[in-house]
T-cell receptor, first 109, second 116 residues
């Protein structure tokens, strides 16, 4: 079956670095997405990886290892506004997104 | 840009009535639109995928006669929840894809439906 695993909740300190991991098993693979979702709002796009390696975009970076079925989202210089849920989604062979349950990130001062 | 709007942003209706939710791509043509439902503290659940001018493809377990989807144009899709019940109360989110080589989905702001 298809499955996306990511931690339910993480806590980090303002100004620090946090890494949110995601493992995936899907029927085929056409890329890995990360979205940010604040409570009561729709998801917003953060990153898309289809090749192995690290993609850096400002304070956020995303890594992919296709052989391991693994990705992580790295957030640097954490700010209070980064408190949100982070959703990992794998695109399968039918170009359909398979969503993880999301990781709730709590930032403490 | 790629902006998607939804209307209404929230709605309260009585059990047994129908509710229509609109999803519009404001500055691009959406080849495909997706409808999701999200219950509190849960992930997005894809309900259906619709392509302009054709019938929607519903996910397993989603009643197509209850959740009517119309993708009338490249910028508009509607979801009608018919004979709504309290268990249909949820956060409904649409997304749109430009198609071609672009796989990114652009999400609308969501519609909070409460059925009393």
């Amino acid at each position: 079956g298809q499955n996306i695993d990511q931690p339910t909740e993480m806590t980090a300190t303002e100004g620090a670095i946090v890494q949110i991991n995601c493992t995936y098993q899907t029927s085929g693979f056409n890329g890995l997405f990360w979205y940010q979702q604040h409570a009561g709002e729709a998801p917003t796009f953060l990153s898309y990886n289809v090749l192995d390696g690290l993609e850096e975009k400002g304070r956020f970076s995303s890594f992919l290892s296709r052989s391991k079925g693994y990705s992580y989202l790295l957030l640097k210089e954490l700010q209070m506004k980064d408190s949100a849920s982070y959703l990992c989604a794998s695109m399968d062979s039918n170009y359909q997104l398979i969503w993880g349950a999301g990781t709730k990130l709590i930032i403490k001062p | 840009g790629a902006v998607v709007s939804q209307h209404p942003s929230w709605v309260i209706c009585k059990s047994g009535t129908s509710v229509k939710i609109e999803c519009r791509s404001l500055d691009f043509q959406a080849t495909t639109m997706f409808w999701y439902r999200q219950f509190p503290k849960q992930s997005l659940m894809l309900m259906a995928t619709s392509n302009e001018g054709s019938k929607a493809t519903y996910e397993q377990g989603v009643e197509k006669d209850k959740f009517l989807i119309n993708h009338a144009s490249l910028t508009l899709s509607t979801l009608t929840v018919t004979s709504a019940h309290p268990e249909d109360s949820s956060f409904y989110i649409c997304s749109a894809s430009k198609g071609g080589d672009s796989y990114e989905q652009y999400f609308g702001p969501g519609t909070r439906l409460t059925v009393t």
